[in-house]
């Protein structure tokens, strides 16, 4: 079985920077695409950044476009999010995903099996 564990949330005042990792265990992923989510109170999760197998190609929601850089590490099972310039509308729970045999950057939640417990990041104003 697969483990997903995210580290690194925080409260930060706008403008901050934070650095999100997620290390993974059991099941290699190391072939399967992975992705940041994040879901604020009273909202649904929405879909933040993706990364494909391999590392080379990523893909973004547009609010992030700019700020947030999506990185693996397959020799180390380590997935990061580096958010740079943070707004109080990036507050949320981070969660961590990995898809099961998709291989390509995908934003479509439905195509992530794994996921983390979720880490919360509060920017303040």
């Known amino acids: 079985q697969v483990k997903l564990v995210e580290s690194g949330g925080g409260l930060v005042q706008a403008g901050d920077s934070l650095r999100l990792s997620c290390i993974s265990s059991?099941?290699?992923?190391?072939?399967?695409?992975m992705g940041w989510f994040r879901q604020a109170p009273g909202k649904e999760r929405e879909f933040v950044s993706s990364?494909?197998?391999?590392?080379?190609?990523?893909l973004y929601t547009d609010s992030v476009k700019g700020r947030f850089t999506i990185s693996r590490d397959n020799s180390a099972n380590l997935l990061l999010l580096q958010m740079n310039n943070l707004r109080p509308n990036d507050t949320a729970a981070y969660y961590c995903?990995?898809?099961?045999?998709?291989?390509?950057?995908?934003?479509?939640?439905?195509?992530?099996?794994?996921w983390g417990q979720g880490t919360q990041v509060t920017v303040s104003s």
């Open positions: 995903a990995a898809t099961h045999f998709y291989s390509a950057a995908t934003a479509d939640l439905q195509l992530y099996d794994y």
């Open positions: 059991g099941r290699t992923l190391s072939t399967t695409a």
């Open positions: 990364i494909n197998w391999s590392g080379s190609n990523t």
